[in-house]
Each structure stands twice: as structure tokens, then as C-alpha cells.
């Protein structure tokens, strides 16, 4: 499983702040914990509150390439964002967060993503919305898997997001994503992999991180190969792990939790 | 999720000792303690040091009848001890716990099973011991269910257990049972339901309740209704009560914890 650190997001008030401030210490500060707690690949997102993302995100990028060498997840609505932030970055290859199965926009972003040798998220949904349930998510991923060849872009660097809602507003859901997990990984070979932005199941909910991990070991068992989610939530680093274990991507040892790492691939 | 309390099981020591000792009041305890927690059934087994278990097997099932109402899950290898159980139990239908996939004794306790109106568990193993893989374990479910077919028992009173194994000796056994589960759902309609001991997947391992939890919602994911397991385990029943709302088992509510009780159906 690969963990994305989501902290260094513009929706959180203190990311917000020191992107008004222009104070690199409070998100370098971020880039550091969520590394330390095993984040693969770190979110970058200005937030809705900027008026020009495409100006901040090199900022950021070169802030937190100065204190980490975490490959990054460029996320943004605004493609001019997204190329700008790819422009700077120094590091390992990195992931676009996202495109939609909306034919217009998947070719700008697949045509960024080959630019820029860079990971593609696209999430199953279109101008019609989040799909009721697992077979229309799977006609979107098909969909979006179709134009990637077209491009001659590699299936397996698209990571297919089949949306989790929060439990609280989309409770029929869950299922859904679980069942769409599965059956994307038979959509082509090599597959491409799946993503879930994991704090959205309880978005709103009392026991966040109960509601997180739970799902956490359950999308595992459905082939989940990554998860945009709360690294410094320590339960779910463990769940991660014990997962990998219990799914024998990782070697038993009774230190286990030690041996295997916080969030390794 | 229907969860069966494993504690009263001479495994135990404070179990055995209270056998020794024909003392009810330890036994009582356990029995309470696990219907307080949610346990749906009571698993009841005399222990392996136990000379006579179909003598003492009475005893525990009128015990424990004395102090709850909780159906139970009357477990031996002995067919005359799981008999003399059945006779005693008053309450509702009972578990019998458990039958191989051999020919003579899958015969012999379905016989039981149909005389006393129970469910059967039966276990995807044979003369040549575990599986490897699902493919094995599946083929074994499926004699299993042509077997009782021919018996006219209902296959929905049917539990399929697997056979989880330790994952410090047995960890590519994990995945193949999460595998069995999903497919055992295709072998008939109404199909077998599944059941796991849980508490083996942990079995000599440290961290005992993050795996047995993490396994149980990966087992829960693929489509797992019923686990015997430490239900004095508060995390554990967290995550089950969890996973049957992330799985719109349960309707959502803020209080959901405690709205969904600890282990309903």
C-alpha cells in the first residue's frame, strides 16, 4: 500500500495561513512529520482560498523539496496549477491529483501526465456526477483506461479513484467502491491501480479514524493499491501495515510493525 | 456479523480448572460477560483434557442455560459429546461445531444436525489436511454442500469456515481464505454462510488484537457473516459494529457505535 500524506492542503487553516503569510516553516514542518510517518508521496494543494494556484503551487513545490525528497502529488482543479507545479519539481517521478473521465479534460491531463513522466489519478465520475454504483464506476474506469492507451500512456501509472463518500451522507457507497476496486484490476493487463481518498468516508462523522482504518483493511482486502489519507493518524499507519502483513505483501516477524515500515509500497 | 464468544473452552485454564473442580461460578461468569460484550452465540467446548467430554458437556450447556438466554455453539470433536450437548440445550437452535469434509463424519453430523435442528459448521479440510489455496478449500466447500444437499439440509444453516491459519506459520494462507470466502457465495442459492476462527490468525503472534481486527475486516469485506472470536476484545467489537455500517449492514448514525449495539446480526 502506498500512503499519500493529504496535510499539505489549503482546506486545513493552517496550511491556508502560511500560504497567505508566505511562511515556509509550518508546511516544511508538515512535509517532515508526514514523511517521518512513512507518507510515500506527499498531497500539495493550495487550497480553494488562493486566487492563483498556478503562482503558489512552485512555491510550495520548492519549499518542501527543501526539506524532504518525498515525491509529490500535485493536486489541483486548474490544470495551469498542476503543469507549473510538475515544471518545478526536482524529485522522483510524480502524481497528478486528478482528472475526470470527461473526455476534454482526460486528454489534458494525459497529455501533462506524458509531458511530464508523471502518475495519473482519474476519478470515476463525469459531468453527470458520482455513479450510483460499481458497474458505472467500472464504465468510467473502462472508459478512462481506453483513451490512456490511445495516448500510449502505461495503464499501470493511472491510478483509478472510485470516489468513497462519506458514510454519513453515502452510505450504499461504501460496497460499491469495495466491488469496483476488485473488478478494475480485470479491466486490462497490467491493471491499472486503484486510489481512494481515504479520509472522505467520514468526513463529518464522529470516530474518524475507527471509520478510516476499518475501511482502510477492508479496501486492502478489495486490491487497494493506495490511499490519500492522515499518515500522522497512527492507528491507521498500523492498520496499513498489519494489512500488508495479513495480505502477505510484506514478510511476517514478530516485530512486524518495526520491520515492516510505516508505509513502504 | 453474528459474533460467537469463544471463552468457555477448556483450552482455557481457568476454564479447565472450573471443569475440574465442577464449579459453575467462573463459567457463569464467562457466559454473562460474552452476552454483555454481544456475543450472538456462545461457543461451549470441554477441552482437550477432559476424559469424558460427552459426560461434562451437559453440565456446561445446563450451566450456563442457568445464567443467559444466548444460543450456543456446542464444540467437540467427539460426535457423542456434541449429542449429549444438543440433548441438553433448551434454548434456541444451536451451532454444532464442527464437521471435516470427510465423507463419514460430514454424514454422521449432519444426521445430528437434522435430528437436533442445528446449524453446522464444517471445515474446507480432509484426511489430507489444510488446502493451499482457494481452489482446494472451494472444491472441499462445494463436497460439503452437495453432501448436504442430498442430506435435504438447508444449506443456508451451513457454515463454511475456511480454515484461517496463524500468519506467522501459515501467512499465504491469508489471502486464499479472504479468496474462499468471496467465492463460496456462488455455490449455491442460497448459498452456505462463512464463519472464521478468528483468534487463530494471531495465534502465538504478538499484537494479538490489531491483526485478529484487521483480519476481520478484510474478512468482513469479502463477504464473512459470522467469526468466533474473543468478543471481550472492546477494539475488536468496534470494528465489527464498524464494518457492518461501512457495509450499509447497519443504518448510519452519529451515535453509531453505540446505536449498532455490539454484535447484532
Chains 1, 2 share one sequence.
Not at 150 to 162: H, T
Request: charged fraction near 25%; proline fraction near 6%.
Amino acid at each position: 500500500l502506498i500512503l499519500v500524506g493529504e496535510r499539505i492542503n489549503g482546506l486545513f487553516k493552517d496550511v491556508a495561513a502560511a500560504i497567505q503569510n508566505k511562511d515556509p516553516a509550518p508546511i516544511q514542518r508538515l512535509a517532515v512529520a508526514q514523511t517521518e510517518a512513512g507518507a510515500a508521496f506527499l498531497d500539495v494543494n493550495t487550497g480553494p482560498a488562493v486566487d492563483d494556484p498556478a503562482a503558489v503551487m512552485p512555491w510550495l513545490v520548492k519549499i518542501i523539496e527543501e526539506v524532504v525528497d518525498t515525491p509529490l502529488c500535485i493536486d489541483s482543479a486548474k490544470p495551469e496549477a498542476i503543469e507549473a507545479g510538475l515544471k518545478t519539481v526536482t524529485k522522483a517521478k510524480a502524481i497528478i491529483n486528478s482528472t475526470t473521465a470527461e473526455r476534454d479534460r482526460l486528454e489534458k491531463y494525459l497529455t501533462l501526465a506524458k509531458e511530464y513522466d508523471a502518475y495519473l489519478i482519474a476519478l470515476t465520475m463525469n459531468r453527470q456526477g458520482v455513479p450510483k454504483d460499481a458497474a458505472d464506476r467500472l464504465a468510467l474506469a473502462m472508459e478512462i483506461v481506453v483513451v490512456a492507451d490511445e495516448f500510449n500512456y502505461a495503464v499501470a501509472d493511472l491510478f483509478i479513484d472510485p470516489l468513497a463518500l462519506p458514510v454519513n451522507v453515502g452510505q450504499e457507497h461504501g460496497i460499491e467502491v469495495l466491488e469496483t476496486l476488485r473488478q478494475v484490476k480485470t479491466l486490462a493487463d497490467p491493471p491499472p491501480r486503484t486510489i481512494i481518498g481515504l479520509s472522505n468516508v467520514s468526513q463529518g462523522c464522529p470516530h474518524r479514524s475507527l471509520l478510516n482504518r476499518t475501511y482502510l483493511a477492508m479496501a486492502m482486502a478489495s486490491g487497494l493499491d493506495a490511499a490519500i489519507a492522515d499518515v500522522n493518524d497512527h492507528e491507521l499507519v498500523k492498520t496499513a501495515v498489519t494489512g500488508r502483513v495479513l495480505l502477505n505483501q510484506e514478510i511476517y516477524s514478530d516485530a512486524f510493525l518495526k520491520a515492516a515500515g510505516p508505509a513502504r509500497g
